[in-house]
């Protein structure tokens, strides 16, 4: 099993531009979530989804959108980038609403 | 905000030394959860205690819960050099499903 899978790895954005992180999980996991980790803040909560159709605001929605058309795939979409969204970011998943999550490698993003 | 806080921020121990790191959390919760970072890489899932647990083992690790407090410890006995990594507490709360929550994380540093 691949578990959780993250790309690209590495990107780098101007200022404005518009871009979507992927996340896949091969688990047939129901609940998955998107972090991002800055230095001193530990992960932050952006959007999550308790199933296929259904998605919510984390801590630090604003600026990105989620959408959860399948199982397998929970992409972000940063609207439109800002210097404030270099960060590096998890994809996670959990079969259980309270279970223990697996996680992506990582997705680190500059924005300039 | 977040729920979780950890305590130290940063430890640095010889090789077959325990370790101790703690976390207090805000609200009442379903289950604590610990996770390690290995530098540059995404999170692993290590122990997961439930509210109507007081201490869990796993290997090396041993993990408290204590509800009246609103604390956790992660303790690991006879470090080694490989535990260096950080480590972070997160909180889960059934009417709160799929909404894991981060503390600021541990960094442990663990010499030969």
């Known amino acids: 099993n691949a578990g959780v899978t993250q790309t690209p790895k590495f990107q780098v954005l101007k200022t404005g531009q518009s871009m979507t992180l992927q996340c896949a999980q091969d688990m047939n996991h129901e609940y998955m979530s998107w972090y991002r980790q800055d230095p001193g803040m530990g992960l932050r909560l952006i959007h999550y989804s308790v199933g296929a159709g259904i998605t919510d605001q984390g801590e630090v929605p604003n600026g990105y959108n989620v959408s959860r058309s399948t199982t397998e795939d929970f992409p972000l979409r940063l609207l439109s980038a800002a210097p404030s969204q270099t960060s590096v970011y998890f994809c996670?998943?959990?079969?259980?609403?309270?279970?223990?999550?697996?996680f992506g490698s990582g997705t680190r993003l500059t924005v300039v | 905000s977040q729920q979780g806080e950890e305590d130290p921020q940063a430890l640095s121990i010889q090789e077959g030394e325990n370790a101790t790191m703690n976390c207090s959390y805000k609200?009442?919760?379903?289950?604590l959860q610990w996770y390690r970072q290995n530098s540059g890489r995404g999170l692993v899932h290590l122990i997961l205690i439930r509210s109507n647990e007081r201490e869990k083992h796993s290997g090396r690790l041993r993990v408290t819960l204590d509800t009246s407090k609103k604390s956790s410890s992660l303790l690991i006995t006879a470090s080694r050099a490989a535990d260096t990594a950080s480590y972070f507490c997160a909180t889960a709360r059934y009417n709160q499903g799929g909404k894991l929550i981060f503390g600021q994380g541990t960094e442990l540093s663990v010499k030969p």
């Open positions: 996670a998943s959990s079969y259980s609403k309270v279970g223990g999550y697996t």
């Open positions: 609200t009442s919760i379903n289950n």
